[in-house]
């Protein structure tokens, strides 16, 4: 008789295999075995309403009948070829009727790749070699992001901290850091290394919070002035907060920015995009050979993944399908802010109603230090009350989806509920 594999099994197997046994990314207490609309279930078969969405990815739920039948109609046709497919040009062509700031798209496999090409082509193109990030933004793996993003050590703006071991020294002189939704500490840092500045990469929803009134206006024109590329990280952002992304939400455009998530449908796909001037760096024949940016990936514009993010763009141009998913995010913000409100448990509903999450502090949030002052402990046992009343999400954030249901939700409220009273 074959043996069945309990969710423990799979956890000391994947003790044997894997560094802290597991891929780096989700906790390693759960393995899933499937996921279907708003739904996934571990290997013991617990059911889960999932917030968490692959971290974004699946904002039309798991395996959504027309993702699935545009992704078996190409399966036939060729997996891959390293070389130019038609649905990874029609792609590019529906990410630039969408996407204001981009007239050009170059694909790559990963948002970190992306960002990445982003930094080094704002380089390229101003021939200056410093970029900022803001403290706790969250820009992918590569040397330069992993300046900053969760330290625990906060020196002062605008030193960078490395998070990482095996990153070169040097990497730290071109990287200056400076606090999400300050104006004038990006003024005072423009001033000091006007000169040398190729570019500022920003999450205008960085991780959940969201910019002031002004800040993203005030990147625009400070760029503008210092001949300083302003590069958006969307990689979260494009085609959630609205279909043309936070730049269509916020009113401001971008030189460049960077897709991920949504426009591959679930499967490894990203994007650089932006105007014809900028992105020529990447074709040698327009530029000469010190500008020119070279970029080769494997899997860069994978025509299964082009279809599958094509199906997920058309279905999300219909009809009032962002007025749903906010109405989703809204009844849960609503219900978290009761339910916590009337147990007299101090907190802050922070994000967008498209990406949110509770913090358990008594003050605003406008950067990553404010987050540092968040009960970190009660927010452990928050989201571990959840889990065990059947809610999947990450530590730090919720993703509504379009798979979401009048029953899940009634779910949702109820688990949230529940798990607060058990707070008190």
């Given at each position: 008789m074959k043996k069945i594999n309990t969710q423990e099994d799979w956890i000391n197997r994947a003790k044997e295999v894997l560094p802290a046994a597991g891929f780096g990314n989700f906790e390693n207490d759960i393995i899933i075995k499937r996921g279907k609309g708003s739904k996934v279930w571990d290997e013991n078969n617990n059911e889960y309403i999932d917030y968490l969405i692959g971290s974004g990815p699946m904002l039309l739920g798991h395996g959504h009948p027309e993702v699935m039948e545009a992704i078996f109609e190409q399966l036939p046709n060729g997996l891959t070829f390293f070389a130019n497919n038609s649905k990874g040009i029609e792609l590019a062509e529906e990410i630039c009727k969408a996407v204001k700031s981009s007239e050009q798209v170059r694909f790559v496999s990963s948002g970190g790749e992306a960002d990445m090409y982003a930094m080094r082509l704002a380089r390229a193109f101003t021939g200056k070699d410093k970029i900022i990030k803001f403290e706790g933004g969250y820009h992918g793996m590569s040397a330069e992001a992993q300046m900053s993003l969760s330290p625990s050590n906060l020196v002062n703006f605008p030193q960078p901290v490395p998070d990482s071991a095996g990153i070169p020294k040097n990497i730290e002189?071109?990287?200056?850091?400076?606090?999400?939704?300050?104006?004038?500490?990006?003024?005072?840092?423009?001033?000091?290394?006007?000169?040398?500045?190729?570019?500022?990469?920003?999450?205008?929803?960085?991780?959940?919070?969201?910019?002031?009134?002004?800040?993203?206006?005030?990147?625009?024109?400070?760029?503008?002035?210092?001949?300083?590329?302003?590069?958006?990280?969307?990689?979260?952002?494009?085609?959630?907060?609205?279909?043309?992304?936070?730049?269509?939400?916020?009113?401001?455009?971008?030189?460049?920015?960077?897709?991920?998530?949504?426009?591959?449908?679930?499967?490894?796909?990203?994007?650089?995009?932006?105007?014809?001037?900028?992105?020529?760096?990447?074709?040698?024949?327009?530029?000469?050979?010190?500008?020119?940016?070279?970029?080769?990936?494997?899997?860069?514009?994978?025509?299964?993944?082009?279809?599958?993010?094509?199906?997920?763009?058309?279905v999300l141009r219909r009809e009032n399908m962002f007025d749903k998913l906010r109405k989703c995010g809204n009844e849960i913000m609503n219900c978290l802010n009761e339910n916590l409100k009337n147990a007299n448990i101090g907190h802050r509903i922070v994000g967008d109603p498209t990406l949110f999450d509770v913090l358990f502090l008594d003050q605003d949030v406008k950067n990553y230090r404010d987050t540092k002052k968040a009960d970190i402990k009660l927010n452990a046992l928050f989201n571990k009350g959840l889990r065990m009343r059947g809610i999947f999400k990450s530590s730090a954030k919720i993703y509504p989806s379009l798979a979401l249901s009048d029953e899940d939700l009634f779910n949702t409220k109820k688990a949230i509920h529940d798990t607060v009273l058990n707070l008190v």
């Open positions: 002189k071109d990287i200056l850091i400076a606090p999400f939704n300050d104006i004038d500490f990006i003024n005072s840092i423009i001033t000091e290394f006007k000169d040398e500045i190729a570019g500022i990469i920003v999450e205008p929803l960085q991780r959940i919070i969201p910019p002031e009134p002004g800040f993203l206006e005030g990147l625009r024109s400070l760029c503008d002035k210092n001949n300083i590329l302003l590069i958006f990280d969307e990689i979260v952002t494009g085609f959630r907060l609205a279909y043309g992304g936070a730049q269509e939400k916020y009113n401001v455009t971008p030189d460049l920015c960077t897709l991920g998530k949504i426009i591959g449908g679930g499967f490894p796909l990203a994007a650089i995009a932006g105007s014809n001037e900028i992105m020529s760096h990447f074709d040698q024949n327009k530029v000469s050979k010190d500008k020119w940016l070279m970029q080769i990936g494997t899997l860069s514009g994978n025509p299964i993944a082009s279809a599958a993010g094509l199906k997920t763009m058309e």
